[in-house]
C-alpha cells in the first residue's frame, strides 16, 4: 500500500511578478465547487450530472510584514487585480516529487488590522480569485477564467463549443 502523505519541501510566491523574499507558511488556494443537477431524462432511474461551478471561493495567503508595507513594495492596493504565482514542491513517503503550481488573478478583499507591538509581523491577506489554473506536474487540474470565459476541469474547455457557436473561438 502507497504512502499518501506528502510532505511540502519547498514554496515560491511570486506577486505581481515579483518573489516574495520570505517564507509563505500559509497558503490557502480558491475553492472550486462543481454544481450537480439531478435528471431523471426518460430513465427510472435518477442520475446527477454536471452543471456547472459554484462561484470559486475565496482563498488566503498569510505574508511576513505589514500589509503596507507588502502592498507598496509590489505594487497592489485592496480591490485592484493582482497577479499570484505559487509553486509547492512535495515529496511522498517513496521520495517521489510532485510539483503543484497555482497561477491566480485575485482580488484582495480586506485588508488585514494593524499589527500591535510585541505581535509577531504577518498577515493573512484574504482574496477571491477571477482567473485560476492548478497544475500538477504539467498537468492542468483547473483552468478557470471567469472574464475570458475559460472552464477546464481537466479536460479541455467546457466552453469551447458554446465560444465557437457565437464567434469567439479562440
Do not use: C
Not at 505581481?16 to 500559509?26: D, L, Q, T
Not at 498569510?62 to 480591490?79: I, M, R
Not at 510585541?118 to 483547473?142: C, I, P, Q, R
Amino acid at each position: 500500500m502507497q504512502n499518501k502523505v506528502s510532505t511540502l519541501l519547498s514554496r515560491v510566491v511570486t506577486i505581481n511578478g515579483v518573489e516574495f523574499w520570505k517564507p509563505v507558511e500559509e497558503f490557502t488556494p480558491p475553492t472550486v465547487k462543481k454544481t450537480f443537477v439531478e435528471s431523471q431524462g426518460g430513465s427510472i432511474l435518477k442520475s446527477k450530472q454536471f452543471s456547472g461551478l459554484d462561484v470559486m471561493g475565496e482563498g488566503s495567503i498569510k505574508l511576513s510584514g505589514t500589509f503596507d508595507d507588502v502592498s507598496d513594495t509590489l505594487g497592489f492596493s485592496p480591490g485592484e487585480p493582482i497577479i499570484v504565482d505559487v509553486k509547492d514542491v512535495y515529496i511522498d513517503g517513496q521520495n517521489g516529487r510532485k510539483l503543484v503550481h497555482h497561477e491566480m488573478t485575485i482580488v484582495v478583499e480586506e485588508t488585514p488590522e494593524t499589527v500591535e507591538i510585541g505581535e509577531k509581523v504577518e498577515f493573512d491577506m484574504k482574496y477571491h480569485a477571477d482567473a485560476y489554473k492548478k497544475t500538477t506536474n504539467s498537468k492542468v487540474n483547473y483552468d478557470i477564467d471567469v472574464d475570458v470565459p475559460r472552464l477546464n476541469l481537466g479536460k479541455g474547455d467546457l466552453l469551447a463549443g458554446l465560444k465557437n457557436l457565437n464567434g469567439m473561438g479562440e
